[in-house]
């Protein structure tokens, strides 16, 4: 996995054309639009009113926005990233939305998070899980939901066909080829992030691991060739202990 100023520089560079990006590589990848993806995203996420909801590397804030614009108004509503460059196009995206009052914006590393235990109903987080430290993201989640509050990820999924043989020489020839035709930190954040992509089943397992109960994989995404990443949209409840 790579580190944080790997992470950092990677998204500075892409934050200008980051939504631009990312809907490129989802249609080319799952033939969904990155605006659709989200939409399906946030209509798995059961807020009330009144209740705290925590978007994890947020980025460009698209989640939070469409949440506050879709969903019942929420008592707060936070995106966290590390990436200052990623929220500053968050802050100009929630400032043309005219959601500055509904949701705030914190610089800040996921594995790490400045704040208290229990605060939030609900933690979303989107496509981000792979760039970073799994066991500690997760304990820092567990940290600040409360009691049976609910997890949902998107995340990107490692198909079966990885597990072969056959499947880990054309996983490492589809790596070389992607490191070529990237700008450096890209191509070291996405590449080194490839052996902490899960299957379903194995992201199942490491949620249950960490006391998270009724997990349960939600939505799935198809890969459009068969040696591609699909995507998996989970849910689950944090137990209480």
């Known amino acids: 996995m790579a580190g944080s100023n790997v992470v950092v520089e990677a998204f500075t560079d892409l934050a200008p054309r980051y939504e631009i990006t990312m809907d490129r590589e989802l249609r080319q990848l799952w033939g969904l639009g990155y605006k659709d993806f989200i939409r399906r995203l946030v209509g798995m996420v059961p807020v009330g009113r009144g209740e705290a909801v925590l978007d994890v590397a947020t980025g460009t804030a698209q989640i939070p926005i469409t949440m506050a614009t879709q969903k019942a108004p929420g008592k707060a509503t936070v995106g966290l990233d590390i990436t200052p460059a990623m929220l500053q196009q968050g802050s100009a995206n929630i ?24 605060i939030f109903d609900v933690v979303v987080c ?23 509050g609910q997890l949902i990820m998107g995340c990107v999924g490692a198909p079966s066909l990885w597990r072969s043989p056959l499947g880990s020489a054309l996983l490492r020839i589809g790596t070389l080829l992607y490191s070529r035709t990237q700008g450096r930190a890209r191509a070291e954040a996405e590449t080194d992030a490839v052996p902490n992509l899960r299957t ?27 040696w591609y990443p699909g995507a998996l949209i989970l849910k689950a409840v944090k137990s209480i202990l």
């Open 200 to 226: 379903a089943t194995e992201w199942q397992m490491v949620l249950s691991d960490f006391e998270f109960r009724a997990v349960e994989v939600a939505a799935t995404f198809t890969a459009r060739r068969l």
């Open 126 to 148: 989107g496509f981000a899980m792979h760039h970073m430290n799994v066991p500690r993201v997760l304990s820092e989640i567990r940290r600040v939901l409360k009691d049976g």
């Open 95 to 118: 400032r043309a939305s005219g959601l500055h009052p509904q949701v705030g914006l914190v610089c800040a590393s996921a594995m790490d998070m400045p704040f208290a235990e229990g």
